[in-house]
């Protein structure tokens, strides 16, 4: 089944450890996202891709890069992750052109910070 | 901002009731999507409503959408406990590139 695939789901990194989550698709999907949820609160969009074409979010953290290295794959990575980078993260993908068309979403990855 | 606000923030009910969960959101929209979210779980996607639609059916669920007053609502009728979960609302953001969604009415149903 195509779907969207996330490892680890579950990541514990201490303060200020580099951290990589990875996502994986198998839908052919232009377009990937991350979010950011904390806990009870909305899932908080961080950057996304078209393409190779990367597009931040203004209130982004410097502390989060992304990769893409080909259509399939999406990275995002913590530099320095501090205490309230404690939280779930979302990688999703939408078809081409789609962006406010559905969004396929993995199971997430739930990072803890020590 | 243009993220959508759910009412209630918590819903809990009976199973076999019907639940209702609203969403407010603040400017115009293409279109308004309800994602379902289970606990430590990804979104899923249930519906979406065109800015031209004023309701919409999946199952047991049935979407409204009002333009002029900036809403819509989520039913979902004769709710089983496996229903029990977040709700979401989402609308694109104005640059067209996004979805931002609401902060969710999380939903319990007991048997």
């Known amino acids: 089944d195509a779907m969207v695939i996330q490892n680890p789901r579950y990541q514990v990194t201490q303060f200020g450890k580099p951290v990589t989550l990875s996502c994986s698709q198998t839908?052919?999907?232009?377009?990937m996202y991350w979010y950011q949820q904390k806990s009870s609160q909305a899932p908080k969009l961080l950057f996304h891709?078209?393409?190779?074409?990367?597009?931040n979010e203004a209130d982004t953290p410097d502390n989060f890069q992304s990769r893409r290295p080909n259509t399939s794959f999406c990275f995002l990575d913590i530099r320095s992750p501090g205490l309230g980078d404690a939280a779930m993260y979302l990688c999703?993908?939408?078809?081409?052109?789609?962006?406010?068309?559905?969004?396929?979403f993995g199971p997430g990855t739930r990072l803890l910070v020590l | 901002s243009q993220q959508g606000e759910e009412d209630p923030q918590a819903l809990s009910i009976q199973e076999g009731e019907n639940a209702t969960m609203n969403c407010s959101y603040k400017?115009?929209?293409?279109?308004l999507q309800w994602y379902r979210q289970n606990s430590g779980r990804g979104l899923v996607h249930l519906i979406l409503?065109?800015?031209?639609?004023r309701e919409k059916h999946s199952g047991r669920l049935r979407v409204t959408l009002d333009t002029s007053k900036k809403s819509s609502s989520l039913l979902i009728t004769a709710s089983r406990a496996a229903d029990t979960a977040s709700y979401f609302c989402?609308?694109?953001?104005?640059?067209?590139?996004?979805?931002?969604f609401g902060k969710g009415t999380t939903l319990s149903v007991s048997s």
């Open positions: 891709y078209y393409d190779k074409d990367f597009n």
């Open positions: 999703a993908t939408s078809a081409p052109g789609a962006y406010q068309e559905t969004q396929y």
């Open positions: 409503i065109r800015s031209n639609e």
């Open positions: 989402a609308t694109d953001d104005q640059a067209g590139t996004a979805l931002i």
């Open positions: 839908l052919n999907h232009n377009v």
């Open positions: 400017t115009s929209i293409n279109n």
